[in-house]
């Protein structure tokens, strides 16, 4: 469970947050289902450093990817290459540690609201699930939450610009993966890889418009990811 050194894609999800926090609206409204806007709502990016003791006391430190707070609500998304079956044991340690930093009192009623969470997958089968779920049980009833899995091959990349997720552009790479060996052995089959992402970039362009600090970060971050 330790992420408190994450993968070069664990850096991006966390830079694009902190410098471009804006592009996490329409992601937050297209995996939730809400209606924030950008101009309207506020983004605050929250403290993702968390610890957590061991039976032995030791204490181990990890960092969420993504914390963030709009209109009151907290989120929570976590950006993982792959499923496995430690995800909704982590998700469900990230959300408990959000609750109870944030939980108050109300009279004699102590209140602890769970995060929104996601997880955001750069590669997937026909094996990962479509959501994740957690039941929980206390005395005398329970309750369940679940955890939408968001799936970069379920994107196009119009869907990514008609619906504005920006956010997810620099990970569009992992759609064309598994074919990489042959990009490898066929420069013509490369030359079309390359123009697709060119025409990614001027599409972002035109897309973002003025806004030369976001357009510069995402850009360079996109750019940054792809040679990676």
């Known amino acids: 469970m330790d992420k408190s050194t994450g993968s070069p894609y664990d850096d991006v999800f966390r830079t694009l947050q902190n ?14 289902r809400t209606d924030y806007a950008v101009g309207r709502d506020q ?8 610890f957590f003791t061991a039976p032995d006391g030791e ?15 907290h ?14 044991v982590r998700m469900f ?9 944030h939980a108050r009192m109300a009279g004699d009623v102590y209140m602890v609201e769970f995060p929104r969470s996601a997880v955001f997958y750069l590669r997937s089968t026909r094996n990962t699930p479509d959501s994740m779920e957690v039941q929980l049980y206390v005395p005398e009833d329970s309750c369940r939450y679940q955890i939408p899995a968001i799936k970069i091959e379920d ?3 119009d869907d990514l610009f008609e ?5 997810f552009l620099p990970f569009y790479i992992f ?52 040679l990676e």
């Open 19 to 32: 410098d471009c926090p804006e592009l996490l609206i329409p992601v937050v409204n297209d995996i939730f």
């Open 43 to 50: 983004v605050i990016v929250r403290n993702n450093e968390f």
């Open 59 to 73: 204490q181990t430190k990890v960092v969420s990817d993504s914390h963030v707070m709009i209109g009151g609500s």
């Open 75 to 88: 989120y929570h998304m976590e950006c993982q290459s792959t499923a496995d079956g430690t995800m909704v």
């Open 93 to 101: 340690a990230y959300d408990v540690q959000i609750a109870m930093r």
């Open 155 to 157: 994107y196009s990349v």
């Open 163 to 167: 619906r504005k997720l920006y956010f």
């Open 175 to 226: 759609f064309y993966e598994k074919d990489f060996a042959e990009y490898e052995a066929d420069e013509s089959r490369r030359r079309e890889l390359e123009q697709v992402f060119c025409g990614i970039r001027e599409r972002l362009e035109q897309a973002l418009g003025d806004r030369r600090a976001l357009r510069g970060m995402t850009i360079g971050t996109f750019h940054a990811i792809c």
